[in-house]
């Protein structure tokens, strides 16, 4: 299965920054070093980003769209009416990805198995190097006055040093109230 890996999102203050790497692999080879996997909805008012199988990403992307429509743009009631969905089709319930959504407010982590994850600190991951860039984020985010977006850059070539399925080919989108 094609693979795409790592996403990272950091709140601080009034901004909210969404960081992935652009490696794209199959098994233990790279397919492609500069993927873009992050999305902006609702004309940039949500962040969104993917780990996972590329095609179930954007079908997941698909109904993230469509969800927010239909709750007139709630982030927190379209991801869960996301997740129950993706939990409960049996079409859905195969696909093999997470998404990160945020806006100026709050972020979630969602996933097939009905989770909507905001997290305490601001900070969260997905992906291979889910575990690196929470860790360096959070390391960044305690001892440092950097903004979000500065963090997410750096935990995510922090991450890239260390995770094999992380390059440092780093896209980064930003929101702030």
């Not at 927190?76 to 319930?93: G, I, N, S």
């Not at 997905?126 to 750096?154: F, K, M, N, Q, W």
């Not at 935990?155 to 399925?165: E, G, P, V």
């Not at 896209?171 to 702030?176: G, S």
């Amino acid at each position: 299965m094609i693979q795409a890996t790592t996403i990272l999102a950091v709140k601080r203050g009034d901004q909210v920054a969404l960081a992935g790497d652009g490696q794209v692999t199959l098994n233990n080879t790279v397919l492609k070093h500069s993927a873009n996997k992050l999305r902006t909805l609702r004309d940039g008012a949500i962040l969104a980003g993917f780990a996972g199988g590329a095609a179930d990403a954007f079908a997941l992307f698909e109904r993230l769209e469509s969800k927010l429509e239909a709750t007139r743009g709630s982030l927190p009631r379209a991801a869960v009416e996301l997740a129950k969905d993706w939990r409960t089709d049996r079409l859905l319930r195969r696909l093999e990805a997470m998404l990160i959504a945020a806006d100026a407010e709050r972020l979630f982590v969602i996933s097939g198995n009905g989770d909507v994850i905001e997290p305490d600190d601001g900070i969260a991951a997905i992906g291979s190097g889910a575990p690196y860039a929470v860790a360096a984020a959070r390391a960044l985010a305690r001892h440092t006055d950097l903004p979000a977006e500065t963090i997410a850059r750096e935990a995510m070539a922090i991450t890239a040093d260390i995770c094999i399925y992380t390059n440092d080919q780093i896209t980064v989108e930003t929101i702030t109230q």
